[in-house]
């Protein structure tokens, strides 16, 4: 985290075991060790204190030693847009080229954050912005817990227990595929939504992935967050072709995974998101291929209007037909919601997110961090 200093480690993002062990090396006596992290996760992602000063009722020498120590860096806020809608989008810096964005959407009724897990994507889907950008690196957990912790900073939403929070809900629906993340995703959202940590109930936390088979049951087990599948296609032949991972885990076996899902049930659906694309997938036939396909999965269905970035190969359906489509997986006894864009105006919507972040060569990175050191170096 950019706030760090050079040697000192960021609090943010570390699990029970993990926090307990720094405090340890940090001279901590281990009678004691399991109280601070407790007091620690507490004045973190109960209160959002951003400095160890903040945390009053804790000893001073305690705090100052922390201090020493540690840090509680949170990204940095490179830009903050705000859409007419209300929709606010950051654009978070963790250093040199590790750039992301997060997402917040309010609601009538709830405050959904989308969350980003990687800086760029491998998956290339077709119709999708980050697609084209391509992997810089997975995010930590601590930039992932970042994102709402810099989000609830910015909408003054401390603590986490008031009643009428804004962010009751996050997606992991941010730029990156949250399963090729698995353990660093997996910690982020044990502590937020952990009793002690951000308490945000499992119910209002869902994972979305484009599909990535042998994840999804240790995602269940081992998260136990909602569950929403980027099917797009009802045909392996067209699915092979706009959400390419289609190729390694077709469709049937996909399919098997949500079947077994641990937790599904009718009280919690697995989400179905449905890009519409006009001429492409959005056909009645396939309206109706999507509802048999479904049959005996607790689902719900998510249809997206497309949301167009430059020179994007697709064109949004018409209104009209997306809503013929709705009727039918309507008709068929399916919730289906259909996704109302929000953001487009600051490319905040599903899909269009994407940073200027590039890998650097090994050789440039080098070069620079050597040059850094020598600019360090006494003259
Ligand atoms: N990689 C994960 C997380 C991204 S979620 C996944 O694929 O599920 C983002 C959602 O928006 C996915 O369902 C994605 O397929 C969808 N999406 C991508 N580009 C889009 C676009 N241009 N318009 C509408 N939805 C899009």
Redesign the pocket.
Known sequence: MPSSGPDKKSLIGLGADEMSAALAAAGIPDKNVRMRVRQLWNWIYVHGARDFDAMTNLAKDFRAQMAEHFTLGRPEIVTEQISTDGTRKWLLRTGPGIEFETVYIPEEDRGTLCVS?QVG?T?T?R?????TQKLVRNLTPAEILGQVLVAKDALDDWPSTAPGRSVTNVV???M???LYNFDNVKTALVILTDGDGLALSKRRVTL???GVVPMIARAGAEIGSGL???L?AVRDELRDEI?PINKKYPIKELLEACRTYPGASNSRRITF?Y?MLKDVNDSLADARALVKLLAGIPAKINL??????PG?PYECSDWAQIEKFAEIVNKAGYASPVRTPRGRDIMA????LKSESVKERASTRLAAEKSAQLARMPH
Do not use: K, Y
């Open positions: 897990s994507c998956l889907c119709f999708c912005h980050t697609g992991m629906m941010g990156g595929e949250p979305s992935t484009a929403a599948i980027s797009h959400v998101e890009v997206i209007p497309f949301n167009a970035w994007a919507a599903c899909g269009q």
